[in-house]
């Protein structure tokens, strides 16, 4: 706090502090909260409504009666006037009794984790595997990418290549999507390549593999720009020394490169992890229904088709749960903190 205030002054520091509690509460503490309290209960019938519906059936029973009593009291008008007393109240108390016996109790319960099933637990399995798949693969494509610019001599070539990678993404996702849909549908480019090498079509659509493709491509940045930006902080000198020493090419990543990319590594990873896991137009578009949904249209389905918030929270605050697992074990993993992160 004393670093902020001789920084920026007192003012400034209050406004910016301001604005960082704005940010960390009501936009990211607030909705994990409310998504984690509407997970953890239901509506469901209040308790003994089966009792409050014999008592009203004997209430109605006992207004029949008072009915019949009431048209053998036309000439005797205190007896008249008690009945009507007696049947508003009966009326009031069954208006009572029918409302305590509809309206829905809240309760709290796991009843809505429970919900998932074997099929949608299958499902949810199958896209955490895919989504670490999706990360596996961006990590293999983007390290001799982000490591051979970083070795660049001028910076001047390395930023020219950094701007290539950029410049695709001034188009819109959604279109950049729906492009490799094209280029990977059956009658596309790809397949058509393929048929005039004498090679079957690949189901890239179908089989779900299109989305494996379409995903790298559209996280690759998420995993190139952290290891870039780590790998330019190595030491050049590093590597020729270990070269001059006569280590070979795969023993000078295992032992100097990849130890210094380590949190390049690990924010990579844990980005483009939950991107894939969280995504939802990317597997939508391109299986067009054909495949096995994602783990996020079933939250979709669950807050906007079947309109149950509570299962949706359910399940979503399950897939948040998986990233902050994979988080933390990724930190343990490359033993690195926070803080390294953070860089």
Not at 166 to 187: C, D, K, S, T
Not at 251 to 269: D, F, K, L, T
Not at 296 to 319: D, H, K
């Amino acid at each position: 706090m004393t670093s902020l205030i001789r920084a920026f002054g007192g003012p400034l520091t209050c406004l910016i502090l301001f604005f960082s509690g704005v940010w960390v509460l009501g936009l990211i503490a607030a909705p994990q909260i409310i998504m984690i309290d509407k997970s953890l209960w239901r509506m469901e019938r209040p308790v003994g409504a089966a009792e409050l519906s014999v008592q009203i059936d004997g209430l109605y029973n006992r207004l029949d009666l008072l009915a019949l009593d009431r048209s053998t009291l036309a000439d005797q008008p205190e007896k008249l006037a008690a009945v009507d007393t007696e049947t508003g109240a009966i009326q009031a108390q069954i208006a009572d009794l029918e409302r305590a016996e509809t309206t829905p109790v809240k309760t709290y319960t796991l009843d809505n984790f429970r919900q998932m099933g074997a099929a949608h637990f299958a499902i949810f399995v199958r896209t955490i595997l895919a989504s670490l798949a999706v990360s596996a693969l961006a990590l293999m494509v983007c390290y001799p990418i982000a490591f051979a610019v970083a070795q660049l001599k001028t910076a001047r070539t390395a930023a020219l290549i950094m701007l290539m990678l950029v410049v695709p993404y001034a188009i819109n996702e959604l279109l950049r999507i729906f492009a490799w849909q094209m280029l990977l549908g059956p009658n596309g480019p790809v397949n058509a390549v393929l048929g005039a090498l004498g090679l079957p079509a690949v189901p890239f659509l179908e089989s779900g593999a299109g989305v494996f493709i379409a995903m790298v491509y559209a996280y690759i940045l998420f995993m190139v720009f952290p290891l870039y930006n780590v790998l330019e902080t190595l030491d050049k000198n590093q590597i020729e020394a270990a070269r001059d020493l006569g280590a070979p090419v795969w023993q000078i990543h295992r032992r100097v490169v990849i130890p210094h990319a380590r949190p390049g590594i690990a924010v990579g990873c844990i980005m483009t992890f939950m991107l894939s896991v969280g995504s939802y137009s990317v597997p939508y578009i391109m299986t067009r229904g054909t495949a096995a949904p994602w783990f996020t249209q079933l939250i979709y389905n669950r807050f906007f088709e079947a309109t149950n918030w509570n299962v949706g929270a359910a399940y979503a605050l399950s897939l948040l749960i998986v990233c902050m697992i994979f988080v933390f074990l990724m930190m343990r993993l490359l033993k690195v903190s926070l803080k390294d992160i953070a860089k």
